[in-house]
């Protein structure tokens, strides 16, 4: 086995988990050329990929190498340090693609190293970034990133005139819209959506320990007592009122919002709507990726996805970059980041 096969192996793992808001990572333990060992990060507060692969390995872990997506950890949060794990196992070699880019974590290379450990950097790093995507990016920005997500038709609708909107898709794009809840570790909408479909914004489609925060914006307390993110405790709720957050002509201050998010220890927020949450996403320039789950139908009227103050010419439109489109159900999935 190459050292290329086994870092791909690591990444192919990587994506299994849903540790949000600790990263993606994969591991695996390689000696005399094939596989001992092999893990990746359920959760956060589950041992971390490196320990899951050690453990995995056992006895023969020693003298072997590791293969990881991002540089083992140094410091003690919920798990021991990764590297005095690594130390103790005997491991010879380790590969990693990504170096941790926090200050409590990273270093963990230079513990390797002086401690007698041949240590590589930057295997694979171009394949392993899109599942560090998100821990990577939050962390260059200080602040916790943003996806737009919506269930809409051909013609871009979200509902029709009068506010029907269930179910504009399939089993299998709620499937996927619980994946996005477990993989960002937040969820957001606003008052509009919350008062008029009472949602629980939990995961329940997919195989995730821990449920996102749930946050509503909610400026003038509108949204009733009773509603089930106020009132189910089935996950943690940030009810958003005026005075939490800073205000912008007469608006949340959504990059003081993210900012907030990410001293909590959040690394990103599903923004879920309704439309005019998603526009002045785009407006406040916050919005990192857009993921739409179009239906096969068409409304011909009713609420957009993205409404709200909009842009005066077509140059100011906002673009998206890296676009792709692939077939889902029966429907298909449009993704993109948003061009800053």
Request: glycine share 12%.
């Amino acid at each position: 086995m190459t050292p290329e096969a086994a870092m791909r192996r690591a990444i192919e793992l990587s994506w299994r988990g849903f540790p949000a808001p600790n990263p993606r990572v994969g591991a695996v333990v390689v000696r005399e050329g094939r596989i001992v060992g092999e893990g990746y990060h359920v959760a956060a507060g589950h041992p971390h990929a490196e320990a899951v692969a050690l453990d995995d390995a056992g006895e023969a872990a020693k003298g072997a190498d590791l293969f990881v997506t991002l540089e083992p950890c140094r410091h003690h949060g919920r798990t021991p340090p990764c590297v005095d794990r690594i130390l103790k196992a005997g491991i010879r070699r380790v590969y990693f693609a990504w170096p941790d880019p926090t200050e409590s974590a990273g270093g963990g290379a230079i513990v390797l190293r002086e401690a007698g450990v041949e240590v590589h950097e930057g295997l694979l790093a171009e394949e392993a970034k899109e599942p560090l995507w998100q821990f990577l990016t939050s962390h260059a920005l200080g602040r916790a990133v943003v996806v737009l997500k919506a269930a809409i038709t051909l013609d871009g609708r979200i509902a029709t005139r009068t506010g029907d909107s269930r179910w504009i898709t399939s089993d299998e794009f709620r499937v996927r819209a619980h994946q996005l809840r477990a993989e960002l570790g937040a969820v957001l909408i606003g008052a509009g959506t919350a008062v008029a479909d009472n949602p629980m914004l939990t995961v329940r489609e997919a195989e995730a320990v821990n449920q996102p925060l749930r946050i509503v914006l909610d400026p003038d307390g509108s949204v009733p007592p009773t509603h089930y993110l106020l009132a189910d405790g089935r996950a943690e709720t940030w009810h958003v009122r005026r005075g939490e957050v800073p205000m912008v002509e007469g608006e949340f201050d959504l990059p003081a919002l993210l900012r907030e998010l990410y001293q909590r220890g959040y690394t990103g927020v599903l923004v879920e709507g309704g439309g005019r949450t998603h526009e002045t996403f785009l407006r406040q320039g916050v919005a990192d990726r857009v993921e739409l789950h179009v239906a096969p139908l068409i409304f011909g009227g009713g609420i957009g996805w993205a409404e709200g103050k909009g842009v005066e010419s077509v140059k100011d439109a906002w673009r998206l970059k890296s676009l792709s489109v692939e077939p889902f159900a029966e429907g298909f999935l449009v993704r993109g980041e948003v061009v800053r």
